[in-house]
Nanobody
Framework: QVQLVESGGGLVQPGGSLRLSCAASGIIFSNCVMGWYRQAPGKQRELVAAITSRGTTNYADSVKGRFTMSRDNAENTVYLQMNSLKPEDTAVYYC?????????WGQGTQVTVSS
């Protein structure tokens, strides 16, 4: 079955960096559009970044210039490099895959930005 497993979350001070990883299995990864979403307490889940099978990326305005999404098709993994983190980036971050017309989600990883 399809599995997405996120890792790399944690507590970081404002201005710091984190790198999230999402390892995929059970899919032909190179054919997938992959995304990172986040959900803060009391808010709706929102798209942070997405990457096509060819590596084209797009980002939410709130993270442009600070976050970078990439993929390694040999490792079936996507990454989200997060720099210059702000308290408002605090959320649970979810990995998402669009594959054969269906959407799959990981379990999420907590990112907390606080001094």
């Amino acid at each position: 079955q399809v599995q997405l497993v996120e890792s790399g979350g944690g507590l970081v001070q404002p201005g710091g960096s984190l790198r999230l990883s999402c390892a995929a299995s059970g899919i032909i990864f190179s054919n997938c559009v992959m995304g990172w979403y986040r959900q803060a307490p009391g808010k709706q889940r929102e798209l942070v970044a997405a990457i096509t099978s060819r590596g084209t990326t797009n980002y939410a305005d709130s993270v442009k210039g600070r976050f970078t999404m990439s993929r390694d098709n040999a490792e079936n993994t996507v990454y989200l490099q997060m720099n210059s983190l702000k308290p408002e980036d605090t959320a649970v971050y979810y990995c998402n895959a669009f594959y054969l017309g269906l959407i799959y989600w990981g379990q999420g990883t907590q990112v907390t930005v606080s001094s």
